[in-house]
């Protein structure tokens, strides 16, 4: 026994530490670290949690600099850990600078607060003062002048150069340098106001404010929504030529397909395609569905739930409606305690003229731009925004219903089994607390984005469709505000009536269509 359920879990950016890789994350690695230890049961560790996961996913494009970490004393195993270095009282927080030799146990940081701006700060000045060794990812964060920027013009072979623009005391300009760590082909320094020949040469009254710099007579100020990091970083990473790093850089000619594979469909990048909920409904139903040739228990309880909530709110062709009302007509008169996919087929394929699920998987919206792209889970995502939107507006009773019909239809049959682990962790941890229709569509855009957030850069990420926190400012800006801390923040009622648009079945297009 001993081993617990602790506060983090695999879908957080929290690296969970065990006698296994306790040495390996904290000694001897280029990256600083800095870690929880909790106990499980600590009631104030329960209340940190939240915080220390936000942070966590918050800094995530900066771990090559630094990692956050956690370990959960009140486990047996981790025991001898804890004891190790020493933790009396939980939590506790140790920064380990890159580097740091096998006998450290880490700077202790007392006192800290508990809000993430303020952690972010902390972990800024960390870095800072551990200047040698440095880890060798982590970009420059001092003040850069006017002599070092002409210098470096002149020998940076055109990357983009960008100045941050701020007050003394202001994070913003080491935020977005290291929200920038992982990006090609674009450096970030910052100027402080006081740096006058800089401030004065470009002009800046504007604090802070964004400059990209080529020469000392050309240079641009970058347009953002707001002046703050989230709008600062996102509009650098997506300038032109910018990439990730490690990443081919997107080329036009990915597009154009040989006479093997489907043609490339140009869709409008801001609208949902009803082709891409047909072949949705088609993959699952006639592909995902068949590998299972016998279904019961928990799994044929999830068929019927994804199955009625189909039926219900699939804002569909009167013919795809017809399909799936008759599907779900046969599965409710089934009374056995399981059914065999075979007979399921032949009640999803009974044909008529008004009445039939086309036989097509033919992605537009969702098209990837190499076949191993988007696609199927681009669709299911879609799919299940579109239900959770048609059972706000047709008012239904039940608002788990959309949620736990694709918890259950996830858990039970998604392919992508590692995807079906962290959708669980997610609907564990909140989908109970769903307790409105709105907040069922909001519950999905954030964990979707919640998701975004822990794939972007991952292999599986297309680099012509990159994985942001959605809607992005130039698809909807009043979704966007700031807090008077400067924070970024989701303006929610913004949020769900942009949803209420995007995926409501008037706003669907129908193009590509059999
Ligand atoms: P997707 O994330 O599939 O999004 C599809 C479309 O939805 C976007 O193009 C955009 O128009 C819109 N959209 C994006 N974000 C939001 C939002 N927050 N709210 C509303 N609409 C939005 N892959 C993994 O590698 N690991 C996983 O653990 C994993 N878990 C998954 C769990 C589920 C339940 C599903 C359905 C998929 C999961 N995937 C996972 C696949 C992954 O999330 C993407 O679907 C896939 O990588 C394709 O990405 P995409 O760029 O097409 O965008």
């Known amino acids: 026994g001993g081993v617990r359920a602790g506060l983090y879990t695999d879908s957080d950016q929290v690296a969970i530490l065990?006698?296994?890789?306790?040495?390996?994350?904290?000694?001897?690695?280029?990256?600083?670290?800095?870690?929880?230890?909790y106990a499980s049961w600590c009631g104030h560790c329960i209340a940190f949690s939240p915080a220390w996961k936000q942070l966590a996913l918050d800094i995530k494009e900066w771990k090559l600099a630094v990692k956050l970490a956690a370990i959960d004393c009140a486990d047996e195993l981790n025991r001898g850990v804890c004891v190790r270095f020493g933790i009396k009282g939980y939590p506790s927080l140790r920064f380990f600078p890159a580097f740091s030799s096998n006998d450290s146990t880490g700077e202790d940081i007392s006192g800290f607060s508990r809000d993430v701006p303020s952690l972010r700060h902390l972990i800024i000045d960390k870095l800072e003062s551990h200047k040698t060794p440095t880890p060798p990812a982590c970009p420059p964060l001092e003040q850069t002048s006017a002599r070092e920027i002409d210098s470096y013009v002149e020998n940076s072979g055109g990357q983009n150069l960008a100045l941050v623009f701020e007050g003394n005391d202001s994070y913003v300009?080491?935020?977005?340098?290291?929200?920038?760590?992982?990006?090609?082909n674009i450096m970030v320094r910052r100027v402080l106001r006081s740096e006058e020949e800089l401030v004065s040469r470009l002009g800046v009254t504007d604090f802070p404010s964004v400059y990209l710099y080529n020469?000392?007579?050309?240079?641009?100020?970058?347009?953002?929504?707001?002046?703050a990091r989230a709008f600062y970083s996102y509009a650098l990473q997506r300038l032109p030529g910018v990439v990730r790093?490690?990443?081919?850089?997107?080329?036009?000619?990915?597009?154009?397909?040989?006479?093997?594979?489907?043609?490339?469909?140009?869709?409008?990048?801001?609208?949902?395609?009803?082709?891409?909920?047909?072949?949705?409904?088609?993959?699952?139903?006639?592909?995902?569905l068949a590998s299972h040739s016998i279904i019961s228990g928990e799994d044929l309880t999830a068929l019927r739930r994804y199955i009625s909530v189909l039926d219900k709110y699939f804002?569909?062709?009167?013919?795809?409606?017809n399909a799936l009302k008759a599907v779900n007509d046969w599965l409710q008169k089934q009374e056995g305690t399981s059914i065999n996919y075979s007979d399921f087929r032949a009640a999803l394929n009974t044909r008529s003229t008004d009445s039939y699920l086309p036989?097509?998987?033919?992605?537009?919206?969702?098209?990837?731009?190499?076949?191993?792209?988007?696609?199927?889970?681009?669709?299911?995502?879609?799919?299940?925004?579109?239900?959770?939107?048609?059972?706000?507006?047709?008012?239904?009773?039940?608002?788990q219903e959309v949620l736990q019909a694709m918890r259950r239809y996830v858990s039970s049959f998604f392919g992508c089994r590692p995807c079906a682990v962290h959708f669980e962790d997610m609907a564990l941890e909140s989908m109970n607390r769903v307790i409105s229709l709105?907040?069922?569509?909001?519950?999905?855009?954030?964990?979707?984005?919640?998701?975004?957030?822990?794939?972007?850069?991952?292999?599986?990420?297309?680099?012509?469709?990159?994985?942001?926190?959605?809607?992005?400012?130039?698809l909807c800006p009043a979704c966007h505000s700031l807090k008077p801390s400067g924070e970024h923040t989701w303006v929610q009622e913004e949020v769900l009536s942009?949803?209420?648009?995007?995926?409501?079945?008037q706003h669907l297009l129908h193009d590509f269509l059999s």
Not at 379 to 391: G, I, K, N, R, S
Not at 465 to 470: D, H
Request: aromatic fraction near 12%.
């Open 18 to 37: 065990t006698p296994d890789n306790v040495d390996a994350v904290l000694f001897q690695s280029p990256s600083a670290a800095l870690l929880e230890f």
């Open 245 to 288: 790093e490690g990443k081919p850089r997107p080329e036009e000619s990915d597009f154009i397909r040989n006479h093997t594979e489907e043609q490339w469909r140009p869709f409008n990048k801001t609208r949902v395609y009803m082709s891409d909920l047909e072949s949705a409904l088609h993959y699952s139903l006639r592909v995902e």
């Open 315 to 321: 804002p569909g062709r009167p013919p795809v409606k």
């Open 438 to 474: 709105r907040f069922a569509v909001l519950w999905l855009w954030s964990h979707h984005n919640q998701v975004n957030a822990r794939l972007a850069g991952e292999l599986s990420e297309d680099p012509h469709f990159p994985k942001v926190q959605w809607p992005p400012p130039d």
């Open 359 to 399: 036989k097509v998987e033919r992605w537009v919206g969702c098209q990837g731009s190499k076949q191993h792209f988007r696609g199927y889970p681009c669709a299911m995502w879609t799919l299940f925004h579109t239900l959770t939107v048609q059972a706000l507006e047709t008012k239904s009773r039940d608002p």
């Open 215 to 227: 020469t000392h007579t050309n240079f641009t100020r970058l347009p953002v929504l707001r002046e």
């Open 173 to 184: 300009g080491r935020e977005v340098i290291l929200d920038l760590l992982q990006y090609e």
């Open 498 to 505: 942009f949803l209420k648009n995007y995926y409501s079945a």
